[in-house]
């Protein structure tokens, strides 16, 4: 599988941002897809994660009621609404594609085998 993320960019505090990660190569609806970012000095964290079938949506507490994952398995596509964007936000975020995760896999970088490169959201205050 090979993703792509884009649809990053600058936005200021408050603002949204709605971010796309494609995918290639295989059966897409077939696999888990979370996205990740890193904050620059600090380690990469879980973002978001959406199941194969678009049922079970999984947030970090830091995002929970601002960021929505969502899924069109027609386009091969996963998508991360954010609103109500904060400074914090800032980071390089990532996609990736898993067909081994779990419920409790979800969060984990190491259950995800393919990786799109980042996209940068920068929030301004």
């Known amino acids: 599988v090979q993703l792509q993320a884009f649809g990053g960019g600058l936005v200021q505090a408050g603002g949204s941002l709605r971010l796309s990660c494609a995918a290639s190569g295989r059966t897409f609806s077939n696999y888990a897809v979370g996205w990740f970012r890193q904050a620059p000095g600090k380690e990469r964290e879980f973002v978001a994660a959406i199941k194969w079938g678009g049922s079970g949506t999984y947030y970090a507490d830091s995002v929970k009621g601002r960021f929505t994952i969502s899924r069109d398995n027609a386009r091969n596509t996963v998508y991360l609404q954010m609103n109500s964007l904060k400074p914090e936000d800032t980071a390089v975020y990532h996609c990736?594609?898993?067909?081994?995760?779990?419920?409790?896999?979800?969060?984990?970088?190491?259950?995800?085998?393919?990786w799109g490169q980042g996209t940068l959201v920068t929030v301004s205050s």
């Open positions: 990736a594609a898993s067909s081994r995760a779990i419920t409790t896999t979800l969060r984990l970088e190491r259950t995800y085998d393919y």
